[in-house]
Antibody, heavy 125, light 106 residues
Framework: QVQLQQWGAGLLKPSETLSLTCGIF????????WTWIRQSPEKGLEWIGE???????NYNPSLKSRVTVSLDTSKTQCSLKLSSVTAADTAVYYC???????????????????WGKGTTVTVSS | IQLTQSPSSLSASVGDRVTITCRAS??????FAWYQQKPGQAPKLLIY???TLQSGVPSRFSGSGSGTDFTLTISGLQPEDFATYYC?????????FGPGTKVDIK
């Protein structure tokens, strides 16, 4: 059974870079998409981006210029970096595993079936 | 793709049948999921591909719909079901969530 454990700095100043890591424990992490989501009272649940075991990524266009999601296969960790943070980036950040289904001749995410506990990130001067 | 949920909140009693709807701004086929979130916890996947029950989720939860209109039904509300429910489309990147429906005790 896969478990996700998150860690990273919870208090940042404006213009700093948010850096969070998600440790993937349990069964193989191959053949899944690993996703970051954030939640704030203002914006609700917001999908940030994802990476698969091949290193292919997809990002939210509103964050794409500032965000990097990566997968360290040797450490079985997924990471999120968000640069130039502002108060608007204050949120609870979650990592999650995307369950895959069949989309024509390929696979695609159909739901987020395993979640980390979340990391509260506050941006304040 | 924008998602709207209705109602935004509802009050119900244990044993009630509860229906929550979600509408997409364009056709998303069946690329759709429902989640339950309790305070201080991460969301939990209930339904994916619009109507497939996630493993371990009680059968009182069911999902239906395709295209633009989707429904989550709880048949016989239990005390542990009082929570906020979110929908998500996974048809087009980037994936988006609905604003949520809070179910509380009448």
């Amino acid at each position: 059974q896969v478990q996700l454990q998150q860690w990273g700095a919870g208090l940042l100043k404006p213009s700093e870079t948010l850096s969070l890591t998600c440790g993937i424990f349990g069964r193989s992490f191959s053949h899944y998409y690993w996703t970051w989501i954030r939640q704030s009272p203002e914006k609700g649940l917001e999908w940030i981006g994802e990476v698969n075991h091949l290193g292919d990524t997809n990002y939210n266009p509103s964050l794409k210029s500032r965000v990097t999601v990566s997968l360290d296969t040797s450490k079985t960790q997924c990471s999120l970096k968000l640069s130039s943070v502002t108060a608007a980036d204050t949120a609870v950040y979650y990592c999650a595993r995307a369950l895959l289904g069949y989309c024509g001749s390929s696979t695609c995410p159909v739901g987020l079936d395993v979640w980390g506990k979340g990391t509260t990130v506050t941006v304040s001067s | 793709i924008q998602l709207t949920q209705s109602p935004s909140s509802l009050s119900a009693s244990v044993g009630d049948r509860v229906t929550i709807t979600c509408r997409a701004s364009q056709d998303i086929a069946s690329s759709f999921a429902w989640y339950q979130q309790k305070p201080g916890q991460a969301p939990k996947l209930l339904i994916y591909e619009a109507s497939t029950l996630q493993s371990g989720v009680p059968s009182r939860f069911s999902g239906s719909g395709s295209g633009t209109d989707f429904t989550l039904t709880i048949s016989g509300l239990q005390p542990e079901d009082f929570a906020t429910y979110y929908c998500q489309q996974l048809y087009n990147y980037f994936f988006t969530f609905g604003p949520g429906t809070k179910v509380d005790i009448k």
